[in-house]
């Protein structure tokens, strides 16, 4: 009987030894999960692409405004006017920033804002706007986290500092004139029915008119006379008309004055005009050259004065010689 109830005494003390042992090993593991779980928050919670209506960069030298406006994204000049911005960036900003989905909370001290230049007077501010007059979150873009892509970020008013796992201000800190979409043509060459180009050589005038021929893929060239055309070298200037991007805009004061850009009709540099099968006609003025050797130019009937590289310098070389069909 004694042996029996010792045996009983002996089986409770070790349930009793595996409860404590199963508490003290479970117990501080489920408290470190729970302490690495508050650690992180969602970020940007609710917010998507189709909500955003205003992006506004801040930084030191002034604000870039972007806005949605009949559904397209436009940079937006103090002055009100807008234009067109380069998708991809934008694309690129929503894929790493918007979808993100958590950040995790590094400090809530607010004597360390400084350490990761979260500050309210550090270096770049976002705003993100959905429809509404006041921005839906408004942030401070830090340094850049332990990890080459990763940020300290915080939103206004709050004393966290969050660590996110994207660096994004590449993607948003650019001039008005980066985000401006560079775009001057864009279409197939074999869409090209007929261009013409004129310029002065020497003090003469000189003018060439060249013609497609879509069933046999050849060129002709019409004016100053007829003659079968160079394909490799025609194909080439229509390339280079095709796909023609800026690499920057003469400002707003710059452009008023055509004249002393050289973009007044008839004292251009060159004058090209452009058919395509469409029916729609483009016509492109080269005026000066810039001290850095670029060009300014302008699409006749637009406002929009472009800088671009040196790339239509092959036309002022062309020639009779040059354009007609070797024998």
């Known amino acids: 009987m004694a042996a029996s109830k010792q045996r009983k005494t002996f089986l409770l003390f070790v349930i009793l030894v595996c409860l404590v042992s199963y508490w003290w090993i479970t117990q501080p593991g489920k408290k470190q999960r729970e302490e690495i779980e508050s650690r992180f928050i969602d970020f940007l919670p609710g917010l998507t692409q189709d909500q955003l209506t205003r992006i506004e960069v801040i930084k030191p030298e002034g604000a870039v405004n972007l806005e949605k406006r009949e559904g397209i994204w436009k940079v937006v000049y103090a002055e009100g006017e807008s234009y067109p911005i380069v998708e991809s960036y934008l694309d690129t900003f929503f894929s790493s920033f918007l979808r993100l989905g958590k950040a995790e909370v590094v400090s809530k001290n607010e004597n360390l804002f400084e350490k990761f230049q979260v500050r309210e007077d550090n270096g770049l501010k976002l705003a993100l706007y959905a429809g509404d007059e006041k921005p839906t979150?408004?942030?401070?873009?830090?340094?850049?986290?332990?990890?080459?892509?990763?940020?300290?970020v915080r939103f206004k008013g709050s004393?966290?500092?969050?660590?996110?796992?994207e660096f994004v201000s590449?993607?948003?800190?650019?001039?008005?004139?980066?985000?401006?979409?560079?775009?001057?043509?864009?279409?197939?060459?074999?869409?090209?029915?007929?261009?013409?180009?004129?310029?002065?050589?020497?003090?003469?005038?000189?003018?060439?008119?060249?013609e497609f021929d879509s069933e046999d893929k050849t060129w002709t060239m019409k004016k100053p006379f007829e003659s079968p055309a160079e394909l490799g070298t025609v194909n080439k200037l229509a390339a280079r008309l095709a796909n023609l991007k800026a690499v920057d805009f003469a400002s707003k004061e710059e452009a008023r004055d055509l004249a002393s850009l050289g973009l007044e009709k008839g004292r251009e540099t060159l004058n090209i005009s452009i058919l395509l099968d469409d029916e729609e006609q483009k016509t492109l003025l080269l005026g000066n050259q810039t001290e850095e050797g670029n060009y300014y130019l302008k699409l006749d009937g637009n406002e929009v004065v472009y800088i671009i590289n040196p790339i239509l310098d092959s036309f002022l070389e062309q020639n009779t010689e040059t354009l007609r069909k070797k024998n």
């Open 137 to 152: 979150y408004y942030l401070y873009l830090g340094k850049r986290g332990p990890l080459m892509s990763s940020q300290y």
């Open 159 to 165: 004393s966290e500092v969050l660590l996110i796992k």
């Open 170 to 210: 590449p993607f948003i800190d650019r001039s008005l004139s980066n985000w401006r979409d560079k775009q001057i043509l864009s279409f197939e060459r074999e869409k090209i029915r007929k261009f013409s180009f004129g310029f002065q050589k020497w003090g003469k005038p000189r003018f060439y008119e060249l």
